[in-house]
């Protein structure tokens, strides 16, 4: 077998295996005041930071459940989640230092070996801490920071804290709030004046444990001028009960600088995805969001850009695959808060079964905002009789001479085409999976190329399993 | 015995409605056949049949001696039926190449590694025959193609994935001048490779230049009547009435 054949293998697995575990710290089952607490202190941090914490934990108690949100979320029991689960608080530098079982993991996921030929640093995260950090020398002496959230607010705090919480506040969603109280892990990374990364920076995230929740928090600073691209990648075991992520991810990017947020995620389809993204661009700077999602039982993700400075872009590119068992609610934000302003969304969602894929969006223009542009183009494709497409689009409009277009179709795979892929040789799952890679092919094409030919793959071999 | 595309006592329904009753006819290896009919005959629906994709009711249908009937379509492909589509559908989004090299892929031995280089130089070598630039090679299948380019491209599919027997299900028809002379020098390079076939057509004039080994007239759900050129001829001039 090929080396990389393997890795696609691995990659098709969906993540589906899991490590009996020693943890060093356990927060317990159920979320109390003494959970936060205990996670605050095990992370050493300063009291602002578990006023913070606290803070969080009563709007998360406050807040209600969403009434929108389309799945019952009961199968998630917030009381017998693990809110935090950890063997070491501090990441190591060094691959070989990883503890066994971790290094097995990350070995299966083709981490060390990503690292060494396309990426300019990586972290793992294993649960509720990263279990191995590293960023090419070069890179540090530069001045990039590429480290997790808590050795950010402990170690550069006066780089991370005056964002921190200011893009995505605690109040901001019940489950942003339920981040605050409980975060671990997630990225910090700061990119100094000028400084254009020409390799990615990635984060894998993986949750171990059963009934347990993962909630990193990524900061992302952009500065002046400067350029990243940043991937991140989640898998899972499938358990008999649920898990929950609930991550929240700031972006803030600074004037003409560039940042590009990738991300695949695969979650188990017993994890529910509850995730809060948004980027601040300032004047000409640019945020992509490339997002994936082909995993979890349910995903309620919309990344945003706020669009804050003159002549700012933001851009969407959105795949989404249901399948039978799936909720995918998708979308992104777009908000024009400066004139001269523009953004683009693609989106494109694959339902199969009785897989439901919903593309909820919203752009926005203020009043003050003059000549702002947003083209917006959602494409389904629903595989089956019973498969489930839906489109939320909100457009809010205040400001003059702003263009703004929507435009939505939805399409099926017809037996017709399904009769000439056959006559041509290939069998039906074939034939299915040829059509929906051909249907994604256009956005494929945004991914890294070593992500897009695996996602490519993992496709063909979903339609194959159907 | 050289192999033979054999179909014997064919009987099929379409929508309730008896199409063939009994039909038989044998393409040998490498020949040329050409069959004609009325409008509504059961030309289309029994070269459908031949590739599995209407069941046959009863008969046989059997492909150098082993029975296909009952296989899916996508292995009676594999064993060498190709059927030209007389209006091929569209597949948004993939593209010619990608196709012809999942077909391709779908024929291979397990464990065999599959030749880029060689699939993309016959690939090249096919198009410059079917009068074809290199941007074909990327453009979507059938998808706002003109009626005479999807009937190029399913020739061209022929030529690469060079089945044993090719049903051409009027693949003639709406061709200007240029186009019918693109396909009928398809047709004869098929012919020497070995390649039969079997040409479901209105028209006899552009047959002449392929000396058909011979032509059958389907009527009544049978082949009424079998010969060659000169029926074919007969059936132009006189109008089916009077070839019967």
């Known amino acids: ?466 | 015995m050289r192999s033979a595309l054999a179909i014997r006592n064919l009987y099929l329904n379409v929508a309730g409605k008896a199409v063939l009753h009994g039909l038989s006819l044998a393409v040998p290896a490498g020949e040329i056949h050409v069959l004609m009919g009325r409008n509504g005959s059961g030309k289309s629906s029994f070269v459908h049949a031949l590739v599995g994709q209407i069941p046959v009711a009863a008969g046989e249908v059997s492909l150098d001696g082993v029975s296909l009937l009952g296989l899916p379509p996508e292995i009676i492909a594999q064993k060498g039926l190709f059927l030209a589509f007389q209006t091929p559908v569209a597949l948004p989004g993939v593209t010619i190449t990608q196709l012809l090299r999942s077909a391709l892929q779908a024929r291979q031995e397990k464990g065999k590694l599959f030749d880029h280089m060689q699939f993309h130089d016959d690939l090249e070598a096919a198009m410059e025959f079917m009068g074809m630039d290199a941007s074909w090679a990327s453009r979507h299948v059938n998808d706002g193609f003109s009626g005479g380019e999807r009937k190029r491209c399913e020739m061209l599919q022929a030529l690469i994935l060079k089945p044993k027997y090719v049903l051409l299900d009027e693949i003639d028809s709406g061709l200007d001048v240029d186009a019918t002379r693109i396909m009928v020098n398809a047709i004869r390079l098929l012919h020497r490779r070995g390649t039969g076939m079997l040409i479901v057509t209105h028209h006899s004039r552009w047959l002449e230049v392929l000396a058909p080994n011979g032509v059958h007239l389907l009527s009544d759900g049978v082949i009424h009547r079998s010969g060659g050129m000169e029926l074919a001829r007969a059936i132009e001039a006189e109008g089916f009435q009077a070839a019967q």
């Open chain 1, 1 to 466: 077998m090929s080396e990389n054949s393997s890795m696609e293998e691995e990659f098709a697995t969906s993540g589906n295996f899991s490590y009996a575990m020693d943890y060093a710290h356990d927060a317990g089952r159920g979320l109390r005041e003494e959970t936060v607490r205990y996670i605050s202190k095990v992370k050493g941090e300063p009291r602002w930071l578990l006023n913070f914490r606290l803070r969080a934990l009563k709007i998360f108690e406050a807040a209600p459940i969403p009434p929108w949100i389309p799945v019952d979320l009961t199968p998630l029991q917030f009381d017998q989640i693990r809110y935090y689960l950890a063997k070491d608080q501090e990441p190591k530098r060094r691959w070989e230092d990883v503890p066994d079982e971790i290094k097995a993991t990350f070995d299966r996921l083709g981490v060390p070996e990503n690292e060494r030929k396309f990426l300019a640093g990586v972290e793992a995260q294993f649960d509720s801490e990263m279990a191995y950090a590293n960023l090419r020398q070069s890179l540090t002496e530069r001045g990039v920071i590429f480290v997790n959230s808590t050795e950010g607010l402990l170690q550069h705090e006066s780089v991370f804290r005056p964002h921190f919480g200011k893009v995505v506040p605690a109040a901001d969603n019940k489950f942003s709030a339920l981040n605050g109280a409980v975060f671990s892990g997630g990225s910090f990374i700061y990119i100094p004046k000028g400084t254009k990364l020409d390799q990615p920076l990635q984060a894998y995230f993986r949750i171990n444990a059963e009934q347990f929740g993962q909630f990193e928090r990524t900061l992302i600073i952009v500065d002046e001028d400067a350029e990243v691209t940043y991937l991140e990648g989640c898998t899972a075991p499938r358990f008999e009960s649920s898990a929950l992520h609930a991550a929240v991810v700031e972006l803030v990017v600074m004037p003409r600088a560039k940042v590009q947020y990738i991300t695949v995620q695969n979650w188990s389809s017993n994890v529910y995805n509850l995730v809060t993204k948004r980027g601040i661009a300032r004047e000409s700077a640019e945020i992509r969001w490339i997002d994936c999602n082909i995993g979890s039982r349910l995903t309620m993700k919309y990344p945003c850009v706020v669009l804050a400075g003159t002549h700012a872009r933001g851009e969407m590119v959105s795949i989404s695959v249901a399948h039978h068992g799936q909720y995918q609610d998708t979308g992104a934000k777009m908000i024009h808060r400066a004139s001269h302003t523009s953004s683009h969304v693609m989106a494109k969602s694959i339902s199969i079964q009785a897989g439901v894929a919903a593309y909820r969006g919203i752009t926005r223009a203020a009043k003050s905002a003059k000549n702002c542009k947003n083209y917006t183009r959602c494409d389904a494709l629903m595989i089956h009789p019973e498969s489930v497409s839906k489109t939320h689009p909100t457009l809010d409009v205040q400001g003059a001479l702003s263009q703004v277009q929507h435009e939505a179709t939805v399409s099926r795979v017809s037996d017709e085409q399904i009769r000439y892929l056959r006559q041509r040789g290939l069998g039906e799952s074939q034939a299915m999976g040829l059509l929906v890679n051909g249907f994604l092919n256009e956005l494929l094409r945004e991914f890294p190329m070593e992500y897009g030919v695996e996602l490519k793959r993992l496709i063909e071999m979903e339609m194959e399993q159907r």
